[in-house]
């Protein structure tokens, strides 16, 4: 497991005047509802996501031109993401409001090369953030913000980044991906998307009811475990590498010490399990406190009929696996994984399915807002498999690199399992794992995925 550490270089821009595109056809103005899924509390938050494209030798043109075209010529398909996202009067839900603004579009320019960065792939987050076009949002009021706004930084070595601020209250990481895709084929030349989009976000709205809501982990509030070293404003975000060998040695050791080998695991529950317990004990959380994992679970199947190809919206419930800290450190990898697997599975009941929407519901009704020590909860997102990968060769083949960017306030609970880049090729078929910790925590933490890394060697 090779870890990288974030140096802070310095990254100067200079920036020319910001645009908005607008769709190249005329489109009507609307106010479209959103569902259930997109109006929760906790997809309230911007992705920041960096996408990092070498110079091509064989291609001198500029990609400037042919992405502000294919987003002009996107935004006829998906014409939503061009409004502005604001709250209704009577409910408070969110609506976009299509009113023919534009999409914000930022060109900037670096003296330096991007190998010098090695590429984005250990580069301070905040430094990295300069890659991506701000967006200012004050949740509690009711002014408008774009959902949608992209950035596009050309480097002296001929190499590129484009940036992309994007509203988890309109999609998910699989309508992320829908939409670049879209962006890239139009910036390659073709004259439409291979998929279309679908709104349909009444599909997933939950039923009122006069229910109390339930708080997510509501029950355990004054059980939660706490850390001594959070709150802290020394928090580092690290890149940990995991080769496929080790990955699947693990996985075969695994299967080795299960009682029902036939069932196997996946590359997330083994590795989820491994990070949750490392993360735990670098944190020193009090063993009698309960810390929880929370693990997103796509429902797009689980709907009858299934929700179509080209729906972009959020698609995907949390469930959550709750133990003390003394029952995490004392079980091992094999048996933390049984639970990770068995919570997925809950994920595709049609009843979790139609409770969670209904909870959601009532949170909102209530405005409920979650109070009380987190510094046990871990959030592990698997980015691999939702289509990110691919497909994005418009004149500079693919990205050799892609960086999410998580907000600071919240980046301490969540954790990003990733595909690595296209750098180093001993890293094919392996991960890398995203995580941001109190500094003093990181370094234990790494160590603990060293040691686990040896216990199965």
């Given at each position: 497991?090779?870890?990288q ?7 100067l ?92 579009f930022q ?62 209250a ?18 390659a ?38 850390s ?54 670098a ?15 796509g ?14 919206g ?15 450190q ?12 068995k ?21 909102m009704?209530?405005d ?30 693919e990205?050799?690199?892609l960086?999410?960017l ?52």
């Amino acid at each position: 497991m090779a870890n990288q550490t974030k140096p802070i270089l310095p990254l100067l821009l200079e920036k020319k005047p910001l645009e908005l595109i607008k769709p190249s056809k005329h489109i009507p103005c609307e106010t479209l509802s959103l569902s259930t899924l997109d109006n929760d509390l906790f997809n309230e938050v911007m992705y920041a996501t960096i996408y990092v494209f070498k110079a091509n030798e064989k291609n001198q043109n500029d990609p400037v031109p042919l992405l502000r075209k294919a987003l002009s010529e996107l935004l006829v398909y998906y014409y939503p993401l061009s409004g502005k996202l604001m709250r209704r009067e009577s409910d408070r839900k969110l609506q976009l409001v299509f009113w023919r603004e534009g999409v914000p579009f930022q060109v900037a320019t670096a003296s330096l090369n991007l190998s010098s960065l090695n590429y984005i792939e250990n580069l301070d987050d905040q430094v990295a953030l300069r890659l991506v076009p701000e967006i200012e949002i004050d949740y509690d009021s009711n002014v408008s913000y774009h959902p949608l706004a992209l950035q596009v930084t050309k480097f002296s070595c001929g190499g590129f980044t484009i940036g992309t601020a994007l509203t988890h209250a309109v999609c998910d990481g699989f309508g992320v991906a829908q939409i670049i895709h879209a962006l890239t084929e139009l910036a390659a030349g073709k004259s439409e998307p291979t998929v279309k989009p679908v709104w349909q976000r009444e599909r997933l709205v939950g039923q009122f009811d006069y229910e109390h809501a339930k708080v997510p982990g509501g029950h355990i509030t004054s059980l939660l475990a706490t850390s001594p070293y959070i709150p802290t404003s020394d928090m580092v975000t690290e890149t940990i590498s995991i080769q496929a060998r080790n990955i699947n040695r693990l996985k075969d050791s695994l299967m080795r010490e299960s009682e029902y080998p036939k069932d196997g695991f996946t590359t997330y529950e083994v590795l989820s399990s491994c990070i949750w317990k490392a993360r735990s004990r670098a944190l020193k959380l009090n063993l009698d406190g309960i810390t929880v994992l929370g693990v997103a679970v796509g429902i797009r199947h689980v709907l009858d009929p299934p929700l179509p190809k080209g729906f972009y919206g959020n698609a995907y419930v949390d469930v959550y696996i709750e133990l003390t800290v003394r029952e995490l450190q004392e079980a091992s990898i094999s048996d933390i994984a049984k639970h990770v697997k068995k919570a997925k599975k809950t994920a595709y009941d049609k009843g979790y399915l139609e409770e969670e929407l209904k909870n959601t519901e009532r949170l909102m009704r209530d405005d409920v807002k979650f109070e009380g020590a987190s510094d046990g909860l871990l959030f592990l997102t698997d980015w691999r498999n939702i289509g990110w990968f691919g497909s994005m060769d418009f004149g500079w083949n693919e990205p050799v690199n892609l960086r999410p960017l998580t907000e600071q306030k919240s980046a301490v609970h969540i954790g990003m399992i990733l595909k690595p880049s296209q750098l180093d090729p001993s890293m094919e078929g392996g991960v890398k794992v995203i995580m941001t910790l109190p500094r003093v925590a990181m370094v234990d933490f790494k160590r603990e995925m060293n040691a686990l890394n040896k216990l199965y060697y």
